[in-house]
């Protein structure tokens, strides 16, 4: 054959892999709102960036009539490519090609990428569109899945893992997600689950759709499986690509930084929180008044809500925001938003992000549900994380620090390289009016006039403790501070933390309340 029938015979068999499933199988797909697999990478990547390996891999299976099958690509494509002209590995499942499920050469293939991204230190992006381990591969498919969540585990914390979730992912196909570090969700088309309607229906005899046991929704709203969440696929990769801008490409760098701007020109910070502690406000307000340009990225938006984290710059470096959410639940930490918060400051320390806290909560939420539910164990994994991390860590008291709460929110006791206050910041045990009742209760049930004493031990215990000066008074805190100063101090703050450089006592790894 001549070089010129050569390359005609190679792009021919390009061309025959390119169909994925066939013609069908794909309008079935496009009929759901969905892209192909090869679309999906497009999409994501700069343009014309995209290389693609092991296109030619087939299958190995050889029972259950599989010998005869051709499954394109093994229902898989690996490769790598660009975005904003930086490298990256991805691969996107093809639910066309067998239901994109998992055999042993689509497994190889992705650990392949896998092994790929790890050593080249890029971020990994995996989409996932899967029917999960391949019934008919055996222990094969189930190796497969070992392989990945090994590589997943191994990665975590060196590169950035990013997971797509862009149709039904069943079984197996739901843990390599779960091991990364960010899931994107899409209403309608995204779905995770490890057992699927058909098994709980004949196990258990209920019916349930695919959408209401495990959609998009159910995963960025109750089980906080997912992180981001878009109504359709081109949101969700202007998401992916956003979230990218913010991150660094390894744990041995710094997120590339951006021109510095300032915010928006907003109300005053001071008039966003109201002077009655019970009054409810929205955090999100204090975040933009503070970032550059006002932008924010929050994660996790839907789910526990009372706590918001998320990604802004200042100064054009990113950094962490955690913060407190006062018109859920008053902002208090429970499970969830323990759970939330610890994952994000991990990260956050993993890939060298600063952390700014920004803090106004009555304390842990109480009561049998949250007792049971392990508050005491999801609430230990703020202090763990908060504790370890080694990043600059500056927190801002807007005005409630009450008991487990004013410890957790990253004080100065785990390590808060800066902590300023508001000077209507009450920090203390509980809220005057608890206090008051608990300390004083003799007094007040023995009085004359009880509920003008009451009154008055409240007003008491607030001039005594629930301000910031006690704690600025034991240095505690480093400065009470005007609202106005905020950005300001926490700008300061951040430059003097540049070269912040601890060292934590020598271990294999601690034991975190997972
Ligand atoms: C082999 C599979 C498959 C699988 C789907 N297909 N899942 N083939 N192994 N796991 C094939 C179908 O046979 C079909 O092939 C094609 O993919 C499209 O599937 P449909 O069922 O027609 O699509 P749809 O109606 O959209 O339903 C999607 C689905 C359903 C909900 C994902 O396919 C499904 O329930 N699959 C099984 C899910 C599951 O239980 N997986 C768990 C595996 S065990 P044809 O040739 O007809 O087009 C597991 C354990 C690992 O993963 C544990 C690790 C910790």
């Known amino acids: 054959m001549s070089l010129k029938r050569n390359i005609l015979d190679l792009r021919k068999r390009k061309e025959e892999i390119q169909k994925g499933g066939g013609e069908e199988a794909i309008e079935k797909q496009a009929q759901m709102g969905k892209l192909t697999a090869r679309e999906r990478i497009i999409s994501i990547l700069d343009e014309n960036s995209f290389h693609e390996y092991d ?49 042993l050469m689509h497994a190889q293939k992705i650990t392949k990428i896998m092994d790929h991204a790890l050593k080249m230190r890029v971020p990994l992006i995996g989409i996932n569109d899967s029917g999960g381990a391949r019934i008919q591969e055996g222990v094969n498919s189930l190796a497969g899945y070992g392989e990945i969540f090994f590589r997943n585990t191994l990665a975590s914390g060196v590169i950035p893992q990013i997971s797509v979730i862009l149709g039904p992912c069943a079984g197996g196909a739901v843990y390599s997600p779960a091991l990364t570090d960010f899931v994107f969700v899409v209403e309608n088309i995204s779905k995770m689950f490890i057992t699927g309607p ?60 951006f021109p510095a701007k300032p915010p928006k020109k907003s109300k005053k910070v001071e008039r966003i929180v109201p002077t009655d502690p019970k009054i409810p406000y929205d955090m999100r307000e204090i975040i933009k008044a503070i970032t550059d340009g006002s932008e924010f990225l929050e994660i996790m938006e839907l789910f526990a809500p009372n706590i918001i984290i998320g990604f802004g710059r200042m100064d054009g470096e990113t950094v962490g925001f ?23 400051i991990r990260y956050c320390d993993a890939f060298n992000i600063p952390i700014v806290t920004l803090e106004d909560l009555p304390g842990y939420l109480p009561g049998v549900d949250q007792e ?64 008051a009742n608990i300390v004083f209760r003799k007094e007040i049930m023995e009085a004359e006039d009880p509920e003008a004493m009451r009154l008055q031990k409240i007003q008491e215990y607030k001039e005594k403790f629930a301000n910031p000066y006690v704690a600025a ?28 450089n601890i060292s934590m006592p020598v271990k294999k790894h601690g034991i975190p309340p997972f």
């Not at 229906?201 to 997912?226: C, F, P, W, Y």
């Not at 913060?323 to 759970?339: E, F, H, K, R």
């Open 55 to 103: 296109m030619f891999v087939e299958h190995a299976a050889r029972d259950f009539g599989m010998e005869d099958k051709i499954l394109h690509g093994d229902g898989v494509i690996i490769g790598t490519g660009t975005i904003y002209n930086k490298p990256v590995c991805i691969f996107a499942q093809d639910f066309t090609v067998a239901g994109g499920s998992l055999g």
């Open 372 to 435: 049971h539910a392990g508050v005491i164990r999801h609430g230990a994994k703020i202090l763990y994380a908060y504790s370890e991390a080694t990043v600059p860590k500056i927190t801002v008291i807007l005005r409630k620090a009450y008991g487990g709460g004013y410890i957790a929110m990253n004080s100065r006791h785990l390590r808060a390289d800066f902590v300023f206050a508001w000077p209507a910041a009450e920090i203390a045990v509980m809220g005057p009016e608890g206090a």
């Open 322 to 344: 955690v913060a407190n959410q006062p018109m859920v639940l008053a902002g208090v930490l429970d499970t969830d938003s323990s759970d939330k918060a610890a994952r994000f």
């Open 198 to 257: 058909g098994v709980i229906k004949s196990v258990l005899g209920e019916d349930i759709s695919m959408e209401e046991l495990g959609g998009a929704r159910v995963h960025a709203q109750v089980t906080g499986n997912a992180h981001f969440f878009a109504k359709n696929e081109k949101e969700c990769f202007e998401q992916i690509k956003k979230l990218i801008t913010y991150i660094p490409w390894n744990n041995k760098e710094k997120a590339q930084p």
């Open 473 to 500: 008074a034991k240095g505690y805190i480093d400065e009470v501070i005007e609202p106005e100063e905020t950005r300001s101090r926490i700008l300061h703050a951040l430059k003097v933390s540049k070269n912040k």
